[in-house]
């Protein structure tokens, strides 16, 4: 029989570096930035430097090797975008960590006890140009807003947090940019600002008139078709 044989114990002369994808969220008074993990602990909001805390609510400190609580990381950076092509990731950030304090790892990364969040890269806004700053999504959680990646275009008369003041929130040595290589977001439902964009774009409401007008027309079409399969069902002598 083969002996157990414990692994290594490492002793890096600087702090390893991952990558991970997180939901980014920022406090209710906007001075502070927090993240969002997407598995165990998705619940649980954690700051730039923080500690991890079992996701199960466990009494013991993270991370355990008979649990799967501690926060992960992937080595590769590559890895992480791909992850983040996901429908349900569309909405995150990649994230490089400084991986501090007890780690374990594992064949595509750590699970580990405390993290330093070192630099948050966007992806792209929504209609396609460069991030310029974060808006709020307009979801959240207690004490808590989503937030999202934003052109200066698509942010309209909305406030939009640059990047480099939303960097200042997460304190020394944190930085924030646009990364193209991310998926970016599903486009949204227009609101008034892009409304009163398109009016702009169409040279006011004459020039858009014939657009809302095409549309209505679609829509009543669809009405009507929906109307006939409902009449279709409740006639016992339609064959």
């Given at each position: 029989m083969t002996p157990f044989r414990r692994a290594p114990r490492e002793r890096p002369d600087r702090p390893p570096v991952g990558y991970k994808i997180a939901r980014p969220m920022l406090s209710a008074d906007g001075a502070r930035l927090g993240f969002r993990g997407v598995s165990l602990g998705g619940d649980i909001v954690y700051g730039p430097l923080d500690d991890a805390r079992c996701g199960y609510e466990r009494r013991h400190r993270p991370p355990s090797r008979w649990c799967a609580c501690g926060f992960y990381c992937l080595h590769d950076a590559a890895a992480a975008i791909e992850l983040g092509c996901a429908t349900e990731y569309r909405d995150t950030v990649l994230l490089e960590v400084a991986v501090l304090g007890v780690y374990l790892r594992h064949e595509r990364g750590m699970r580990f006890e405390r993290q330093r969040v070192r630099r948050i890269l966007w992806p792209r806004c929504a209609c396609g140009r460069r991030s310029e700053g974060v808006l709020d999504t307009g979801e959240g959680i207690l004490g808590w807003r989503a937030l999202t990646g934003s052109c200066a275009v698509c942010a309209g008369h909305r406030p939009?947090?640059?990047?480099?003041?939303?960097?200042?929130?997460?304190?020394?040595?944190?930085?924030?940019?646009?990364?193209?290589?991310?998926?970016?977001?599903?486009?949204?439902?227009?609101?008034?600002?892009?409304?009163?964009?398109?009016?702009?774009?169409?040279?006011?409401?004459?020039?858009?008139?014939?657009?809302?007008?095409?549309?209505?027309?679609?829509?009543?079409?669809?009405?009507?078709?929906?109307?006939?399969?409902?009449?279709?069902?409740?006639?016992?002598t339609d064959g």
């Open positions: 939009l947090l640059r990047f480099d003041a939303y960097a200042g929130l997460g304190g020394p040595g944190v930085t924030a940019a646009c990364d193209e290589r991310l998926a970016p977001p599903a486009p949204r439902a227009p609101i008034a600002a892009d409304l009163t964009l398109s009016l702009d774009q169409a040279g006011g409401a004459d020039g858009l008139v014939p657009q809302l007008a095409a549309e209505a027309a679609l829509l009543q079409a669809r009405l009507d078709w929906f109307q006939l399969q409902l009449g279709r069902l409740g006639d016992p």
